[in-house]
T-cell receptor
Framework: SQTIHQWPATLVQPVGSPLSLECTVE??????LYWYRQAAGRGLQLLFY??????ISSEVPQNLSASRPQDRQFILSSKKLLLSDSGFYLC???????????FGPGTRLTVL | KNEVEQSPQNLTAQEGEFITINCSYS?????LHWLQQHPGGGIVSLFM???GKKKHGRLIATINIQEKHSSLHITASHPRDSAVYIC????????FGTGTSLTVIP
C-alpha cells in the first residue's frame, strides 16, 4: 500500500532563517507530487506540483522553492523565511491523471 | 468571486442528526472531491465524483454537473464526524473551498 511521509511535524523558525521540509512517498512509482499551504482560517493553496524528477511547476510567486531530487521525494525550501510563511504545509501525491490526491500528515510552521 | 463556494462555513449538530454540506462552483471541472480534515490537520479524501452519487458508509456525495453543485450528506451523525470538510475541484488546475467546520455534539 502507498504511504506518504512528511517531516518535521512542527517547526518554529525565526524570520530570515532557511527552511527545508521533506516529503516522501512509498509504494508507488512516478507519482504527481504537490505542496500546499493552509494559512489559519483559509483554504488550501497549491504552491508547487511536479510530474517527474526535476520538473517543478509553481502556482504562486513567493519566496519558496521546491525540488524533486528523486522520484518519490519532494522538498520545499526557502532561503529566508517571512512572517507570512507561517501556516500548515501539506504534501500530497496522485496518480498520472488529476485523480484522487492522498495527503501527508502535514507540517505546522510558525515563523516568529 | 471564488471558484468554489461552500456553505455553511460552520455547522453544529446534535448526535444522530442528518447533515448536509453544500458546494457550488463556477468553473469547468473533470472531477469534484470531498476531503475531510481532522482537528490535527491530516486530510483524508472521502469521495471523487464526476457524476451522480456515491455512498460510503454513512456518507453520501452527490453532484449535479448542469447546476455546478455538489452536496455531502452525513446520516446519523456522530461526534467522531467532527472535522472540516473541504470541497475541491480538478479541471485545468486545482481549486479548493475554504471548508465547512462541523461539530457534532453528543
Amino acid at each position: 500500500s502507498q504511504t506518504i511521509h512528511q517531516w518535521p511535524a512542527t517547526l518554529v523558525q525565526p524570520v530570515g532563517s532557511p527552511l527545508s521540509l521533506e516529503c516522501t512517498v512509498e509504494g508507488t512509482s512516478n507519482p504527481n507530487l504537490y505542496w500546499y499551504r493552509q494559512a489559519a482560517g483559509r483554504g488550501l493553496q497549491l504552491l508547487f506540483y511536479s510530474v517527474g524528477i526535476g520538473q517543478i511547476s509553481s502556482e504562486v510567486p513567493q519566496n519558496l522553492s521546491a525540488s524533486r531530487p528523486q522520484d518519490r521525494q519532494f522538498i520545499l525550501s526557502s532561503k529566508k523565511l517571512l512572517l507570512s510563511d507561517s501556516g500548515f504545509y501539506l504534501c500530497a501525491w496522485s496518480g498520472i491523471s488529476l485523480d484522487t490526491q492522498y495527503f501527508g500528515p502535514g507540517t505546522r510552521l510558525t515563523v516568529l | 468571486k471564488n471558484e468554489v463556494e461552500q456553505s455553511p462555513q460552520n455547522l453544529t449538530a446534535q448526535e444522530g442528526e442528518f447533515i448536509t454540506i453544500n458546494c457550488s462552483y463556477s468553473v469547468g471541472i473533470s472531477a469534484l472531491h470531498w476531503l475531510q480534515q481532522h482537528p490535527g490537520g491530516g486530510i483524508v479524501s472521502l469521495f471523487m465524483l464526476s457524476s451522480g452519487k456515491k455512498k460510503h458508509g454513512r456518507l453520501i456525495a452527490t453532484i449535479n454537473i448542469q447546476e455546478k453543485h455538489s452536496s455531502l450528506h452525513i446520516t446519523a451523525s456522530h461526534p467522531r464526524d467532527s472535522a472540516v470538510y473541504i470541497c475541491a475541484l480538478t479541471g485545468n488546475q486545482f481549486y479548493f473551498g475554504t471548508g465547512t467546520s462541523l461539530t457534532v455534539i453528543p
